[in-house]
């Protein structure tokens, strides 16, 4: 129960992080919009590798992330 609290937490950090570094990419990318999900995916890990604008713990969340992770949590958006 508490296991299934947490994912679901997780989760929807993951949802809100993504959307600040798309943003984030946005304002550095202007183009990004026009790029493929691929490619979308593989700017994100990068920025989440380079770790500039996340906390330890955003971080720690989000890293474990592949950019196959990342294009279907993308795609879902």
């Known amino acids: 129960m508490l296991q299934d609290k947490k994912s679901e937490t997780d989760a929807e ?6 959307r600040r570094l ?6 550095s ?8 999900t ?4 593989r ?4 920025h989440i590798s380079d770790g500039k604008s996340l906390n330890g713990e955003d971080r720690k969340l989000m890293e474990p992330l592949t ?4 294009e279907v949590l993308l795609s879902l958006h």
């Open 67 to 70: 950019c196959r992770d990342l």
């Open 13 to 18: 950090r993951r949802k809100a992080l993504l």
């Open 43 to 46: 700017l994100l890990k990068d």
């Open 38 to 41: 691929s490619q979308i995916s």
């Open 29 to 36: 990318n202007p183009e990004l919009y026009y790029q493929s």
């Open 22 to 27: 798309l943003s984030d990419l946005s304002r």
